[in-house]
């Protein structure tokens, strides 16, 4: 079935510093990755949608200067948060589609990467 | 946009059955999907509805009424490993994202 890895899968830093989450699809290309978060006991919320080759597209009320998206290639798709603080201490999970299917549920989600900002 | 509410928790003992309703309304939909997702780990895709009835896989059973914009996910012969938490998610028809509920925590008790 389809893998998708992320990395780290938790990372501390110190506020004001960025941090760099990587996310690989690496059995299949995705042409499209979902980028979510999630604080504790609460649901997951989208944060935005990264296309290859082209701009992301972010849901309403997320920041695209601190929240940086690329996706440079067909496997990987990275999320960089700049300039971090405490209340950006979330737990990050990104998707995968499976290009070619007609189904939203053919994604694939990677394990997670818990970052805490002291 | 959608609207996605699910119950907070819910507990169970071993063995025993478990419905979890979710009820939903939404501008423009692409199915209903039901996620499981253990503490610290990603959702791990469960079920998904896209026409009314009942979708049977194993322990797990998913009901859908588009109409009443209702779906419950049932959990037969409960074991200790699905204590968990359960997503029930709304596809859009526009694009491909998903919209998730607040999830609800199962504890199952020996």
């Known amino acids: 079935g389809a893998v998708v890895s992320q990395h780290p899968s938790w990372v501390i830093c110190k506020s004001g510093t960025s941090v760099k989450i990587e996310c690989r699809s690496l059995?299949?290309?995705?042409?499209?990755m979902f980028w979510y978060r999630q604080f504790p006991k609460q649901s997951l919320m989208l944060m935005a949608t990264?296309?290859?080759?082209?701009?992301?597209?972010?849901e309403q009320g997320v920041e695209k200067d601190k929240f940086l998206i690329n996706h440079a290639s067909l496997t990987l798709s990275t999320l960089t948060v700049t300039s971090a603080h405490p209340e950006d201490s979330s737990f990050y999970i990104c998707s995968a589609r499976v290009p070619g299917t007609g189904y939203t549920y053919e994604q694939y989600f990677g394990p997670g990467t818990r970052l805490t900002v002291t | 946009g959608q609207n996605i509410d699910q119950p907070t928790e819910m507990t169970a003992t071993e063995g025993a059955i478990v419905q979890i309703n979710c009820t939903y309304q939404?501008?423009?939909?692409?199915?209903l999907f039901w996620y499981q997702q253990h503490a610290g780990e990603a959702p791990t895709f469960l079920s998904y509805n896209v026409l009314d009835g009942l979708e049977e896989k194993g322990r797990f059973s998913s009901f859908l009424s588009r109409s009443k914009g209702y779906s419950y996910l049932l959990l037969k012969e409960l074991q200790m490993k699905d204590s968990a938490s359960y997503l029930c998610?709304?596809?859009?028809?526009?694009?491909?994202?998903?919209?998730f509920g607040a999830g609800t925590t199962v504890t199952v008790r020996a």
């Open positions: 998610a709304v596809g859009s028809s526009n694009d491909y994202k998903l919209s």
């Open positions: 059995d299949f290309q995705a042409t499209t």
């Open positions: 990264s296309n290859e080759g082209s701009k992301a597209t972010y």
């Open positions: 939404t501008s423009g939909f692409n199915g």
